[in-house]
Nanobody, 123 residues
Framework: QVQVVESGGGSVQAGRSLRLSCTASLYAWSKYCMAWFRQAPGKEREGVATIDRDGSTSYADSVKGRFTISKGNAKNTLYLQMNSLKPEDTAMYYC?????????????????WGQGTQVTVSS
């Protein structure tokens, strides 16, 4: 059974940074599209960033220039570096993975999800 586990969330003041981590028990890790999503109370879940099997990345407009998604040197580890945090970044953040499209991130439909880690940014 695939397990996806996020960590690194917390409460910070606006302007500070956090780094989220995700580990996943995935076979052939390099063949997956990996992503971070978030969901704020009363709002729909939204995609934050993706990274495909070739290392190509994409970001939501709201986080471009502030967030960076990357795969770590440690096996099966994904990161989200979040700088210049804003109160509107407050949400539960989820890590997701999918290999059904050859490891390319052409869809928002992901097969595997973590339980989430909470990020709270105060003004």
């Amino acid at each position: 059974q695939v397990q996806v586990v996020e960590s690194g969330g917390g409460s910070v003041q606006a302007g500070r940074s956090l780094r989220l981590s995700c580990t996943a028990s995935l076979y052939a890790w390099s063949k997956y599209c990996m992503a971070w999503f978030r969901q704020a109370p009363g709002k729909e879940r939204e995609g934050v960033a993706t990274i495909d099997r070739d290392g190509s990345t994409s970001y939501a407009d709201s986080v471009k220039g502030r967030f960076t998604i990357s795969k770590g040197n440690a096996k099966n580890t994904l990161y989200l570096q979040m700088n210049s945090l804003k109160p509107e970044d407050t949400a539960m953040y989820y890590c997701a993975a999918d290999a059904r499209r050859g490891g390319y991130c052409s869809s928002q439909d992901f097969a595997y999800w973590g339980q989430g880690t909470q990020v709270t940014v105060s003004s």
